[in-house]
């Protein structure tokens, strides 16, 4: 099968959801074509959706995956006269990176190389850049982003069960983790006066240290609003059915 082929195969799986232990015979067969770095950005978003969506481990394949996602599709592809044959991160769509951060995130990836880089470059491109992107684009990022809170928080509970302190293992996503915001200790004068500063400031949205980036704030607080407004049918379904 050409590298093509395959991500629409995996597409058309994940789609109908249907799991089939033979995921790994289509792993091995996109090994074989190169891997992810022999992909367009459009077939290896697919791909790594796919796997995602079927719950399939991927190991072999995210060994393969480049940390700068640098990809080349190899001379023997037949390609549109004029479409580009190499590139990085910067060539996904909105739509493409997003998914692949949900992809990652679903695949307990957010402490490799590639998910940085992939959050790196949506921290670049900012809340303009998902101005007219669907839903569930966006609903992807919010997801993501919970995904990464919540291994965080786990990571960190863990740490401080074996006695180890909190900053060996927290940072910012540039360091590879996310962590949570810590309330500043006050008391008398001192107490009121962070007391009223954080009056004054935004809520936070998870606690992650990236939200001091404006952009990224606003485009998180999208993602969020987006996910509830899409969601808010199944949440009432489901409080409806534990209520009876």
């Not at 493409?96 to 590639?114: F, K």
């Not at 401080?160 to 927290?170: Q, R």
């Not at 360091?175 to 500063?197: I, L």
């Not at 509830?228 to 489901?238: D, G, I, P």
Request: with cysteine; aromatic share 6%; proline share 7%.
């Amino acid at each position: 099968l050409a590298p093509g082929d395959i991500a629409n195969v995996a597409w058309a799986l994940a789609n109908a959801r249907h799991f089939t232990p033979r995921l790994k015979d289509l792993e091995a067969a996109v090994c074989r074509v190169g891997g992810l770095r022999s992909m367009t950005p459009a077939e290896s978003s697919r791909v790594l959706w796919a796997f995602a969506t079927l719950q399939h481990q991927p190991l072999d394949l995210l060994q393969g995956l480049s940390p700068e996602w640098s990809w080349q599709l190899p001379s023997w592809r037949r390609v549109p006269r004029g479409a580009p044959v190499c590139g990085t991160l910067r060539d996904y769509t909105p739509t493409q990176l997003s998914s692949t951060l949900w992809a990652l995130a679903c695949l307990q990836q957010t402490d490799s190389a590639p998910f940085r880089s992939a959050w790196a470059e949506l921290k670049l491109r900012g809340s303009s850049a998902y101005a007219s992107q669907d839903v569930p684009a966006l609903s992807q990022l919010w997801q993501a982003a919970l995904a990464v809170k919540l291994e965080a928080s786990w990571a960190g509970g863990t740490a401080a069960d074996t006695g180890a302190g909190a900053g060996a293992i927290a940072g910012s996503l540039a360091s590879g983790t996310f962590v949570t915001s810590t309330p500043a200790a006050g008391g008398g004068c001192g107490g009121k006066s962070g007391s009223h500063s954080a009056s004054q400031a935004e809520p936070p949205l998870l606690g992650l240290p990236d939200e001091a980036d404006p952009e990224l704030r606003k485009l998180l607080a999208r993602a969020r609003q987006t996910f509830l407004s899409s969601t808010t049918a199944l949440r009432k379904k489901v409080h409806s059915s534990y209520q009876r």
